[in-house]
């Protein structure tokens, strides 16, 4: 075989290999989008690149051509876009080589199309093909890519199609009335090593307006937008800003039209300012074309430094706990990871870093009220001392059971006092100006009460509602006492000789600099018991039922009619000396002038006691110790009929119930 045989066996089995390496594309994740037209293309289109923020993970057409209307010898702008792997941009030495081709049969056949910018670009690194139609109808375009060094040498590279593209010539130019534009992504980052971009792009009505759009960027510092493609740039410099990105459609006759679309650029993460108490809510901004693999949320403390993941989530999305002052100053960012499969279906992981964000954290500036309180009634406590001391560790017959929030047993002349404060915690940041307080008596204590704030006297106002008082003190002015606090001081002496349980206790009502409402505030449930610090009894009807002849020689136990107790005691006293509870049958049973012969007994569950018309005593309550109401342990009354004649009829009997009492001391 001759060296040239030899040359061009060589020659067309690189042309093998290279019909070969075109036509091996890899498989995506994302689907291709559908086609402008449904023209078949020299290629089949390659699959959308995924977009992560305004950078790439693939690569592929991130410019699709657009159909175009145009006129006769008038000359018309195809352009496309690529999108490269984050990790492909990295080789500073590979370009871009694209390829047109157009097909003036509906796609059935494809042939290059050449203008007049490839003489000066030997390697077609030019994304653009103008195109000068010399007659009416429509040639379909279609371009394709390769990304390689200098020349497509072994081993060959991907070839990428873009959507094929519809140039439709008309006999005279067409004006656009009006356009719309719109932008893929509408925020930008600016802090990455590669500079983020997006597209713009415009529709114009009619759609088949033949004049050409262009750009324009309100400030390129901030990005930059390309005039003829459309193409929107962000700077790299960690310049924040927006821009407003404006189309404007070149019109024959009529005016130009044009529209605008706002574009953000920035580190990803705002700032937030947050009042105390609140979380924060961060957010990383831009599009994301699928939900990351993992999101590491920072937390840099303000004094500190430190830096420490707070969680590690798939949001892009994290609020914060519930803050302090202590959070001001804070930053946070987020490490945005996401992982696809390159070229070679080999899996790749980007990490997008977001901008350090402040967290602002103002102080709160609502009230923060609390009223305490302690009440002391001062007759029963001083009574209760000085018996101690007399009986120098006998029993007490002083009972004494008030807390700070129940007096149990106020009787007619006791001094009771009130005594607690009122403060605003949040006194230094706090709305809260002046106050007014208010608080409910019985009626009969008005003429008995005084009202001290601080060591002062005060004045009260009074308002009567049926059997009760409201008072009210007004003129609290937080601005003018130490640390938003006030002492209060309610005095009063009992008139009240009647059993009466009473609820009260302060509120606050509180008002800022201009006397708007800012709430009630209110302390603790105050329980007043007025009684007439004496035993208290009530006895109940006893019934044994009907009985017969049968019943003679047996014992019938009683039952209380209304399913209550024997005796309902209510031990009022204070001072609770020895006291024996005694019981006297003063009448037989009698129906009418009939006598029964009938005994009657006491029982206590335990013993049994006969009742005759001599007191029995049934229930000692020793010296300290409150007389209890009989019936509620067992206790009852039993009925034993003798043998002796019998006639029926209503027999009734009266028993008396006396409280004899021995004084201890």
Known sequence: MTRKQWQELLVAALLVVLAIGVL?????????????????GKGTPSAAPFGLFGFYLNTGFSLQPEDRYTYVNNAKLLTTDTAHSMWAIFNLTAKDHFQWYQSVDGGKNWTKAQDGNKASDKYGTTPDLIVTPSKEGTVYYQASFQYYTVLPIWPVTNTYFSKVAAVTTLPAPIDASAVKVSIDNNYLYNNQDVAASTFVHGQPTPANAT??????????????????????TANKSGKDGQVTITG?????????????????????????????GQSA??????????????????????????DKIVANTQSLDYQTPVTTLTDKGALYYAEVTVTMLDEQEKPQTQTIKTRRAELTVNPSTVPQVTITSDMKNLTAAAEANTTAQQLSGSVNPIRNDDTAHNLTNIVQGDECKITGTIIDANWVYSTMASGEL????????????????????????????????????SGLDFSQVLFGSYDYEIDFTSPITTNQLYTTGLRLRGSDKNNQPLGTYSGPSLRLNFTDGVIDATAHPITFGTLDTTSLGKTVAGQVMDGGNLLDVRDNRRRRDQVAVQLQQSTPFYSGDRPLAADLFYDSGSLSYPLSNVAQTVINAGAGIAVQSIGAKGEHLNLKLLYAAYQAGHYTATLNWTFATVPSV
């Open 24 to 40: 091996r594309r890899p498989r995506s994740r994302v689907q291709a989008e559908a086609a402008t037209t449904t023209v078949p």
């Open 211 to 232: 004049g050409n759009i262009t750009w324009t960027s309100s400030d390129p510092t901030i990005a930059a937008v390309d005039a003829k493609t459309g193409k929107v």
């Open 248 to 276: 404007t459609v070149q019109n024959d006759g009529l005016a130009d039209v044009s529209d605008s679309v706002t574009l953000t650029v920035g580190g990803g993460l705002a700032d937030e300012t947050v009042t105390e």
């Open 281 to 306: 809510d961060f957010h990383v901004l831009g599009n994301i074309d699928q939900k990351p693999d993992n999101v590491a949320w920072h937390r840099v403390d303000a004094k500190t430094k430190d």
């Open 438 to 473: 208010t608080f409910e008596l019985p009626s009969s204590l008005s003429n008995q009460l005084k009202f001290k704030l601080n060591g002062n006297d005060q004045a009260v106002a009074k308002q009567t509602v049926g059997s009760e008082t409201i008072f009210s003190v």
